[in-house]
């Protein structure tokens, strides 16, 4: 066994440990600043990040040495991610990688000791989701240091050296179709008023950017709505089950919740539920694409539209680029710019046809 695969291994067997130790531990509260939105809204936004790469891409080489790629993710516990999870390695598989996943459960200590573990590995690049702007900065210099390019995952950051900018959901744009949707139904069904409230994650970037697209939308679309209140779900069903409780209390006549990801919004909906508020008059959106959230659309109800993240093409153009960096087909240098990806919007109409979808790209409707 070569020095790089021994070390690989003992990677490995580390990388475990974290995993099973913080899926066993709930991760410490951190007090962390809000995350700056990094799109502006003039961005090229694309269908599909593969459709051109596809055509670009090498031919897996002969058996030998197989690029070995590391992949940080927040969490395995959304199905969000589960996806992202299997287009990784669909896609390394297609193309004769290896690779060595490590989750940060959103804990910025963790998300460093797994950067730290990946270097000492030595594999070729790192795709890392952040768990703050700093940790991902931080796993960004220490690879740098070490000669490893970074592809980023997750959401938007600063442009850095050695790394290939986001590649991932159009974030704002998504939230001003959520917001676009809140708009045309408050006015069609509760006469252009309407008190909404909002579930955020303010250290994620991107449902920074979900929640402002959300609210600029709603502002345009239906002046007569105000966001009465806005609290931190952190992402989880439970959690933001228990916020909107609060909110509830004291808000109780809110009519519209927009979650930032298909949990919060999960979450919403059961404290909505519990607090018997006519379905007929109530709105939640969430932003995802999870099952949960198609079936409840389909279940009818209060739950009425969600916005579709792409993890299958996000995570299978990630690795591809990671793969083409490690063979030297590709340098950092050749993605100079973020790739935003369109965000399909989910309703009872077309929910039937995303139902079949499961994460695979071959079956995502075609709108």
């Known amino acids: ?93 297609e193309m004769g990688a290896d690779t060595v996943f490590c989750i940060n459960n959103l804990n910025p200590e963790t998300h460093v000791k797994c950067g730290d573990d990946l270097v000492a590995a030595g594999v070729d690049v790192i795709i890392q989701a ?67 409230a909002m579930l955020t994650l303010p250290t994620f970037t991107d449902c920074v950017a979900r929640n402002e697209g959300f609210e600029q939308a709603l502002a345009e679309g239906a002046p007569g709505a105000k966001i009465v209140a806005a609290q931190d779900g952190n992402g989880l069903r439970p959690k933001s089950l228990e916020v909107t409780e609060n909110m509830l209390q ?47 659309i389909k279940n009818g109800g209060m739950f009425r539209a969600d916005i579709v993240q792409r993890p299958d093409l996000i995570s299978r153009r990630q690795m591809e680029i990671a793969v083409q960096i490690a063979r030297g087909e590709k340098t950092v240098e050749d993605f100079p710019e973020p790739t935003y990806i369109k965000t399909p919007v989910v309703t009872p109409e077309n929910v039937e046809a995303w139902l079949l979808w499961g994460g695979d790209p071959a079956k995502a409707p075609q709108d």
């Open 250 to 296: 004291g808000n109780p006549d809110i009519d519209v919740i927009f979650g930032c990801n298909d949990d919060s919004a999960l979450g919403a909906l059961s404290a909505l539920q519990a607090a018997g508020k006519d379905p007929e008059k109530t709105l939640v959106i969430g932003f995802d694409g999870t099952n949960g959230a198609f079936q409840e």
């Open 130 to 196: 952040p768990a703050d702007p700093a940790s991902f900065k931080a796993v960004a210099d220490k690879a740098t240091a070490a000669g490893i390019p970074v592809v980023n995952d997750g959401s938007p950051q600063p442009k850095m050296p050695n790394v290939v900018p986001f590649i991932g959901t159009d974030s704002l744009g998504g939230g001003k179709l959520a917001g676009e949707f809140a708009a045309n139904w408050i006015n069609e069904n509760l006469g252009g008023e309407a008190e909404v």
């Open 1 to 93: 066994m070569s020095t790089k695969k021994l070390a690989l291994a003992v990677a490995v067997l580390v990388l475990l440990g974290m995993v099973l130790t913080a899926c066993a531990a709930a991760p410490a509260t951190v007090q962390r600043p809000p995350a700056e939105v990094q799109q502006t809204g003039q961005e090229e936004i694309v269908e599909s990040p593969l459709e051109e790469a596809t055509e670009e891409a090498a031919p897996a080489p002969e058996p030998g040495e197989r690029p070995q790629i590391g992949v940080i993710q927040i969490t395995l516990e959304h199905e969000y991610q589960v996806t992202l999870n299997e287009g990784f390695k669909a896609q390394a598989e």
